[in-house]
């Protein structure tokens, strides 16, 4: 699968790229996983955040939000992300964690990371050199368990 990827600062997104990502988040985490949420929380727009993006023919399949640290001690959080089921299956997951990672270093370079991740994800996640921080835990009716990287 040919991918282009992009690293968006809020600033650097156009209207288009932003509904593209808040459809595909909610095509997914509001539709497929039936979970309503309040997906629109205030940090997309924030300029010091990070949107990683990988478009196939002209349609995005992928994508993670990069939070950028409050304070000196406060770690990167990764979240939203995601894979488009059309691209699923296809290692895409895998290639979004690192571009990811790859923009935390370029960003954020020797901060730690920090997710909460889908507690079925854990495994995934640890082979990127993640440890799970917290016992599973339910968010919005999905077990969650929050995991962390020296990087």
Not at 45 to 66: E, F, N, P, W
Not at 122 to 139: A, K, L, M, N, R
Request: glycine residues 6%; hydrophobic residues 40%; charged residues 20%.
């Amino acid at each position: 699968m040919n991918l282009i990827w992009h690293d968006w600062s809020a600033k650097d997104l156009n209207l288009y790229a932003l509904y593209d990502i808040l459809a595909l988040r909610n095509q997914v985490f509001v539709v497929e996983q039936n979970c309503p949420y309040q997906d629109i929380d205030g940090q997309d727009l924030v300029d010091s955040h990070r949107h990683v993006t990988a478009y196939h023919q002209g349609k995005m399949v992928a994508y993670a939000r990069l939070l950028a640290p409050k304070t000196i001690k406060d770690s990167v959080k990764i979240g939203r992300v995601i894979v488009a089921p059309s691209a699923r299956g296809q290692h895409v997951g895998h290639l979004l964690m690192e571009h990811a990672l790859v923009v935390c270093a370029r960003h954020w370079a020797g901060k730690p990371l920090f997710l909460s991740a889908q507690a079925h994800l854990q495994h995934f996640y640890g082979s990127f050199g993640f440890t799970p921080c917290s016992e599973v835990y339910d968010e919005d009716g999905i077990p969650h368990i929050d995991m962390q990287s020296p990087r």
